[in-house]
């Protein structure tokens, strides 16, 4: 029997879920999903809410609450709309509990103990006015890579790229808009430089990945470097040493662990972990890349005894007007809103078929009406209701097959390629071309009903009618 593992992004428990967070990272391993446990293969799907690091604590100080009472909001929240929106999940956790924690401490512990974390005095921004240190997203300025103004002190939105926030031009305090000043400080580091080998040949049959996943992966192991782990900040998971208290382990480092501890929470975990038969699919957004196709790799690498991913089908971004769905922005449509008005089912169909796998897509709600109009109930509900209720009305029952002629032969011959077209594009993870054959399926049916008009042979030729 096939082991499948299928690890999703952890949706960041610092504001509500959006629309692309479903296009890019939750709906396409929900589809994958449900496609293996049909197939008959043992499923193991796991995400959680992705509670730490430093836009945790900055919205929460805005809004007077602690990250406890913050994070405890978002992830209840999270959880009851993908229940409605019928992602399903096997295990949905949160980086805060228990487990998780022992996890990403033993993580640690490992790595350091092999020689791969080491410590390092380097420099970070220090905001004089506010007597803190200023990590991530508590500091902006320009990014050193696209010039955009607006740059994060972990990533910059616009390009993409991950970066130190020492390494942001003309920055600014988040909290009091002030230049702050550079200051010695000392941090932990993954030696992922140790790894550059064994990334280099771990990749080396992994062509079959999307083209911009690999060429992204192969150009960041040419110029790899060690990152620091942790952070001068005192939400998040605790450095398991003595001396320590004043930082906390980096949530990059935290969350991608968070795969093996929820996986952890399930007694057959090693059967998913060890076994060198299981697949490991990871969907994420391509923000996410270097984690999961670098840092993850080379963290199971230096752990040892783990398996590495098999693929990283990582999407494009859904826009809204052109620009990128933003929580940070308040720029979305945001999936509690929508649920409180519309039904899921329309909502998985159009990001389904306007899925950003190899290119940002625009969302539109003149488009997702078309679409729902014109598509899913004109020709998929149409075929549908036109089957169910004709055979309904005058048999009661699925009628018998008599003898096929040409039409018929014919239909079932689309049948077949169709599953056998849907089947290879869900294993590849192409979910638009597979929902696409479903609905050419439906025209297909929808003509083949005109042609054979059962309607009239009600009357007059029986068998043929209950063959059709």
Same mark, same amino acid.
């Given at each position: 029997m096939e082991k499948i593992f299928i690890g999703v992004? %952890?949706?960041? @428990?610092?504001? @509500?879920?959006h629309l692309g967070h479903i296009a890019g990272s939750l709906l396409p391993p929900?589809? !994958?999903a449900r496609y293996h446990r049909m197939k008959g293969s043992r499923v193991l799907m796991v995400s959680g809410s992705d509670e730490h690091g430093t836009p945790i604590t900055l919205? @929460?100080?805005?809004?007077? *609450?602690?990250? *406890?009472e913050f994070v405890d909001y978002y992830h209840k929240e999270h959880v009851e709309c993908l229940k409605k929106l019928g992602i399903s999940f096997d295990l949905f956790s949160r980086t805060t509990n228990k487990n998780h924690e022992k996890v990403v401490q033993d993580m640690f512990l490992t790595l350091l103990k092999k020689g791969y974390i080491y410590k390092k005095k380097g420099i970070a921004l220090y905001c004089d006015k506010c007597k803190r240190w200023l990590p991530d997203r508590y500091v902006e300025g320009k990014c050193p890579h696209c010039n955009f103004e607006n740059a994060r002190g972990d990533q910059c939105e616009k390009c993409g790229k991950t970066l130190n926030a020492d390494e942001l031009v003309e920055p600014r305090c988040k909290i009091c808009n002030t230049e702050p000043d550079k200051k010695e400080t000392e941090q932990f580091f993954l030696k992922l430089s140790a790894f550059k080998e064994q990334l280099t040949d771990y990749m080396k049959d992994k062509k079959f990945w999307k083209e911009n996943v690999y060429k992204f992966t192969m150009n960041w192991i040419k110029s790899l470097e060690d990152r620091p782990i942790t952070r001068n900040i005192e939400w998040g998971v605790k450095i398991p040493l003595e001396g320590y208290d004043d930082k906390r382990i980096y949530v990059w480092f935290d969350a991608v662990t968070? +795969?093996?501890?929820? &996986?952890?929470? !399930? &007694? /057959? %975990?090693?059967d998913f972990w060890k076994d060198k038969n299981a697949k490991h699919y990871y969907f994420i957004g391509k923000d996410n890349i270097p984690f999961h196709t670098i840092i993850w790799p080379s963290m199971l690498l230096g752990y040892g005894g783990l398996n590495l991913p098999y693929n990283v089908p990582a999407n494009e971004f859904l826009t809204l007007k052109g620009e990128t769905f933003s929580k940070s922005r308040k720029r979305a449509v945001w999936l509690p809103e929508y649920? *409180?008005? /519309?039904?899921?089912?329309?909502?998985? +169909? +159009?990001? &389904?078929?306007?899925?950003?796998?190899n290119r940002d897509v625009d969302f539109s709600w003149d488009d997702f009406i078309m679409k729902n109009n014109n598509e899913l109930v004109a020709t998929l509900g149409n075929f549908i209701h036109r089957v169910l209720t004709f055979t309904k009305k005058n048999f009661g029952k699925i009628p018998e097959a008599y003898e096929l002629d040409d039409l018929d032969k014919n239909a079932l011959k689309k049948i077949d390629e169709t599953f056998s077209n849907t089947e290879r594009y869900i294993e590849n993870c192409e979910f638009k071309n597979g929902i696409k054959a479903v609905m050419e399926l439906s025209q297909f049916g929808n003509r083949y009903i005109d042609e054979k008009a059962p309607w009239k042979t009600?009357?007059?030729?029986?068998?043929k009618c209950e063959t059709t």
């Open positions: 992004a %952890w949706p960041y @428990a610092n504001g @509500a879920l929900d589809i !994958f919205e @929460a100080e805005k809004q007077g *609450k602690t990250p *406890k968070g +795969y093996l501890s929820t &996986s952890k929470e !399930f &007694s /057959f %975990w090693e649920l *409180k008005h /519309f039904e899921p089912e329309p909502l998985r +169909y +159009y990001l &389904s078929i306007n899925m950003p796998e009600v009357k007059e030729e029986k068998e």
